[in-house]
């Protein structure tokens, strides 16, 4: 059974950085891609990161590219994303989860999903 589990959120002004992880309980190249959506309340789903299990090719959404980065550990079976130059509409629920590119770049409900950690963006 697939299990991921988000670490690392929390509140941030304006402006600062802050990474999140995702551990999952296999190995992370079991999935297409692992990455990242988030959701706030009263906002649709948003794929935020995504990176590919064959070859690390990574992938970000219009609003957070060029200030977010995804990297990876495989032996750590972790995912990490991080979170620069931070905006308020940054603040929503950011949960890992496992799917395909298309999926991501979609917003689409992914295969695999952890419970989500919560970022607040505010001065």
């Known amino acids: 059974q697939v299990q991921l589990v988000e670490s690392g959120g929390g509140l941030v002004q304006p402006g600062g950085s802050l990474r999140i992880s995702c551990q999952s309980a296999g190995s992370i190249l079991d999935y297409n891609c692992i990455g990242w959506f988030r959701q706030a309340p009263g906002k649709e789903r948003e794929g935020v990161s995504w990176?590919?299990?064959?070859?690390?090719?990574?992938a970000y959404g219009k609003s957070v590219k060029g200030r977010f980065t995804i990297s990876r550990d495989n032996a750590k079976n972790t995912v990490y994303l991080q979170m620069t130059s931070l905006k308020p509409e940054d603040t929503g629920l950011y949960y890992c989860?496992?799917?395909?590119?298309?999926?991501?770049?979609?917003?689409?409900?992914?295969?695999?999903w952890g419970r989500g950690t919560q970022v607040a963006v505010s001065s």
């Open positions: 990176i590919s299990s064959s070859d690390g090719s990574t």
């Open positions: 989860a496992g799917a395909n590119a298309i999926q991501f770049a979609l917003n689409t409900t992914p295969d695999y």
